[in-house]
């Protein structure tokens, strides 16, 4: 009684695995049988659909062919029309007249219809494909969906309004910064890279809007935009204002404003910039170094030696190469600085002298008239040779042109290491 | 003693169908998962945000690592399909670890590459670095050449030389697909839980045709039917086991071939473990007490997208030595960090992940080596039962190649790499086939390597790589 139980569970375990075995390996085929078909079909109509429709750019308008290009919703041909259209667009060629026949075709109403769906997964798709279509009257469907609590729809939206670049979309996606912003990362990070769409048009409202809201963490983020938006004298001011902050996220991304590229700084806010050098929050003072590497500003120099001995790696690797972009009047800080024990920032100095090829120039300067300039910077590289940094030094032996140089070089090289 | 024998075959009979059941179970509620799972990635990466990701200023820099060691053949070939990735900001570090071989020369030579001087800090303990080289044409390379060490070693050498928040380690046989950096980046980039490593696909090499060394031409399947075994292995592996896994954030392995890292929490977690011989899933298994023990928030992720290409062996020497190390190298893991086993401090990794690799993959060959004899010895005392055995038997090749069978569907409905119908029939009939006599070698091999760990033998077998260098791939 007790085996033949065990039998008959095996039995059916055994049909019921051939049954299940037997329905994937069919739904295998059926499967790769209707998409083989599939995209047979799709292929063929995409090149029939591509043609004509350059055959009716050629002609002066796509619009010409609009009949043919009809189809049923859903369809092979629906699908192959709306793909040939985006590669249009994508290409940046017929923008306008491909955006009013992806109306006219019923492609715009009909993902509009599916933003109602329950399913997330459709909805958010039907979003993208309007944000790819790039119709702005689409703008006023997709507003409602900014309020969605589901993070996935959120940043798909983000995206999309974005691509559709209309005013309302961007001053309901500001009036919603905290919401938007504090969703959730991925929410987050869509906006970030999605404000970018909008270029300079997005500047007076996100620098309007700080003025009502005073949360040094949307505060941050919103610097943290400006700095990627082109420059704007708007921005310029509220990084400056905010320099002062006591939210050291906030300086830091004030200082990114500034530090980017195309603003010509006053000499009142590099007076505002250099005391941050001294921040006590390590990230701030590195963005104070990246900005006044930027402005190449000479009076730095003396607080910019103290950052070469930073807790930090990256703030003291920043120094020195903000110190290489001074020219002569860093010889003498890389020289007293050279001269310490601290191996740490010892290294990096040598590694950013090197890099940025400062030590070309310090090399030529052994043949200068000038003999303390002569003499430091002998000593800058005899010191980064007993540091192991010798790469210049060996190069310069086998490819240098001034024999006088090359002989003190060869004298440098047979001095020992005293690591 | 007869008497003894029997009750001890009866009693292993009850004990084996019960263990079958569980481990059947847990193989068909993966299934299940990753079906739901992989069904709902495919439809997300159609509005996936990769080309913001790659416009991105989010996006964070990624040090590629590609430990080297004798991988002359294959080194360069490899360099450069890192190099060929599409991502905004990445380096190429490569290290060679101690060749033998003319590896370092060949990648100087090939990318004209000068000995530079760099800052190095040991953030984690390596053998000596001997030199760093880079090259003004390929400025997002650099090689650093080192003592040998191992690839553990050579692997925390790459994260301290690496200045990038990320590193993503790669084989030296293997070869990116041109997003596969982007893709497996995009986890990090679309969480609101930080995620610190992520784990791609890898798929076999062997039979690809490739165009310009970099590009894949043409999917073909080789000749050669131990290759042939291994990708349906590998089909089923990647598309269910590990999809099913990521569903409930308790994966424990990451391919090495092919994973991405959060720098940082590495260096906190202390690196690569060097005495182990799969660092990758050492790694992984410490990730997960080193985050769970700080109660911090995090993501262990795999998706089935990212695509990378590697070599397999394609002898009997070179697959055993392989198969051995993995079992090894998990075993290995499991003891380095059996204070997680059972310890419901560490949630589903020590209460359900870690007991069923010790019960059901550690345990599983020797079990069912024991069964074999078991039949035997049945046969001797005269209680073999034929209509049991041959039911049983039935039941378990059926229920093998019934996995096959859906890792190929599951395949089949998602990325579709084996385009052609001959493609589709040979995988399902190796799906057959691995059942009869490849299975069971598997299970001597790994059988072999918990009697190596037993006796102390946990030496890194080296798998020889043949390298892509015929003309149009090698068939």
Redesign the interface.
């Known amino acids: 009684m007790h ?1 033949s139980v ?2 008959i569970v ?2 059916i ?2 049909a019921s ?2 049954l ?2 037997a329905v ?2 069919l ?3 059926v ?2 049988g209707r ?1 083989s078909r599939r995209h047979r079909q799709l292929d063929g109509l995409r090149g029939m659909y591509r043609g004509s429709v350059r055959q009716a750019i050629a002609s002066g308008s796509i619009a010409t062919c609009e009949k043919m290009l009809r189809s049923k919703p859903g369809s092979f041909a629906w699908q192959a029309v709306e793909e040939v259209l985006l590669e249009l667009m994508a290409e940046n060629r017929h923008t306008g007249e491909v955006k009013a026949l992806l109306r006219r075709l019923g492609y715009v109403e009909f993902y509009e219809n599916r933003l109602g769906r329950r399913n997330v ?1 459709a909805r ?2 039907a ?2 494909k309007l944000g790819k279509i790039g119709c702005s009257s689409s703008t006023s469907h997709l507003l409602p969906l900014l309020d969605s609590s589901d ?1 996935e729809i959120l ?2 939206t983000v ?1 999309a309004l974005s691509r559709l670049r209309a005013k309302e979309g961007l001053v309901a996606m500001i009036e919603r910064l905290p919401t938007l912003l504090g969703k ?3 929410t987050r ?2 906006m ?3 404000l ?1 769409n909008f270029g300079g048009e997005a500047i007076p409202y996100l620098t309007a809007y700080r003025l009502d809201h005073n949360d040094p963490w949307i505060l941050s983020c919103v610097l943290e935009m400006l700095s ?1 938006l082109p420059s704007d004298p708007r921005s310029l001011s509220l990084a400056i204002s905010q320099l002062g902050s006591a939210n050291p996220e906030v300086r830091s991304k004030a200082l990114k404003v500034i530090g980017s590229d195309g603003y010509a700084i006053s000499p009142q806010a590099s007076d505002l910039i250099l005391p941050l050098l001294q921040d006590p929050v390590w990230f701030v003072r590195l963005q104070a170094v990246k900005s006044v590497k930027e402005l190449s500003c000479e009076s730095a120099a003396k607080l910019l030696e103290k950052l070469l001995f930073d807790d930090n ?1 990256q703030v003291r690797s920043e120094s020195a190469l903000a110190l290489t972009r001074l020219g002569n009047c860093a010889i003498d800080v890389f020289y007293d600085a050279l001269k310490t024990k601290d191996i740490y920032a010892k ?2 100095i ?2 950013e002298i ?1 890099k940025t090829r400062f030590s070309d120039r310090l090399i030529e300067h052994l043949d200068d008239a000038d003999e303390t300039l002569r003499a430091k910077s002998r000593e800058i590289l005899r010191l980064m040779h007993s540091l ?4 210049p030094l060996l190069a310069y032996v086998e490819a240098g042109k001034n024999e006088r140089i090359k002989q003190e070089v060869r004298h440098l090289l047979t001095l020992g290491e005293d690591r | 003693m007869r008497e003894a024998v029997v009750t001890f075959i009866l009693g292993f009979n009850y004990f084996v169908g019960a263990y079958f059941g569980v481990v059947n179970t847990i193989y068909a509620c993966l299934l299940a998962m990753s079906l739901c799972a992989i069904l709902r990635h495919i439809k997300r990466i159609k509005y996936a945000p990769m080309r913001d990701f790659h416009l991105s200023s989010q996006t964070p820099p990624v040090s590629i690592l590609i430990p080297v060691h004798n991988e002359v053949n294959v080194v360069c070939k490899s360099v450069r399909a890192s190099l060929a990735c599409d991502y905004p900001l990445f380096e190429v570090i490569v290290i060679n670890d101690g060749s033998h071989d003319d590896t370092l020369k060949a990648v100087i030579e090939r990318f004209r590459l000068a000995k530079i001087d760099r800052v190095y800090r040991e953030f984690l303990e390596t053998e000596t670095v001997k030199g760093f080289y880079a090259g003004a044409e390929t400025p997002n390379l650099l090689v650093i050449d080192k003592e040998q060490g191992g690839k553990a070693d050579a692997l925390n050498c790459g994260i301290n030389a690496s200045r990038s928040p990320y590193f993503c380690s790669v084989d030296a046989d293997s070869l990116l697909e041109k997003d596969a950096l982007i893709r497996i980046m995009s986890p990090v980039l679309d969480s609101n839980v930080p995620v610190i490593a992520c784990g791609g696909v890898v798929r076999v090499l062997n039979g690809i045709v490739i165009k310009d060394e970099i590009t894949i031409q043409e999917i073909e399947l080789p000749k050669n039917r131990l290759v042939l075994f291994q990708i349906v292995e590998y089909i089923r592996g990647f598309m269910f086991g590990r999809v099913g896994w990521n569903a409930l954030n308790s994966l424990l392995i990451l391919s090495g071939t092919f994973s991405m890292f959060h720098k940082q929490t590495v260096i906190d977690a202390g690196g690569f473990s060097v005495g182990n011989v799969s660092e990758d899933m050492e790694m992984i298994v410490r990730l997960h007490r080193h985050k769970r023990s700080q109660g911090k928030p995090y993501h262990i992720r795999f998706i089935s997208d990212p695509i990378c290409w590697t070599e397999v062996p394609v002898n009997m020497k070179m697959l055993a030595r392989q198969r051995r190390r993995w079992h090894l190298g998990l075993i290995q893991s499991i003891c380095e960090n059996s204070e997680m086993l059972l310890n419901p401090r560490y949630g589903i990794i020590g209460m359900v992940v870690m007991p069923y690799y010790v019960f059901f993959e550690v345990v599983g060959p020797l079990i069912e080596v024991t069964g074999y004899f078991v039949v035997a010895l049945s046969y001797v005392v005269g209680i073999l039962s034929m209509k049991f055995l041959i039911l049983f038997l039935t039941l378990a090749i059926l229920y093998g190649v019934f996995l096959s069978t859906a890792g190929v569907f599951l395949e089949e409905i998602t990325f579709r790499r084996y385009p052609r119908w001959r493609h589709l029939f040979l995988l399902m009939l190796y799906g057959v086939f691995e059942n009869f006599g490849y299975r069971q070698i598997n299970s001597f091999w790994r059988l072999q390597a918990v009697v190596n760990f037993l006796i102390g033998r946990t030496h890194w077998e080296h798998v020889q790589h043949k390298g892509r260098h015929e003309k149009g791939g090698h068939r």
């Open positions: 085996d065990i039998v095996i039995v375990a055994i695995i051939l299940l075995t994937l390996l739904a295998s085929i499967r790769r998409n997964l958010a798709s979003i993208d993070p940043s798909v995206r959730s990362l991925v990070k869509a970030e890279t999605a970018l990627f790696w290294e990096s040598c590694e090197e192991r940094f010798s790469i």
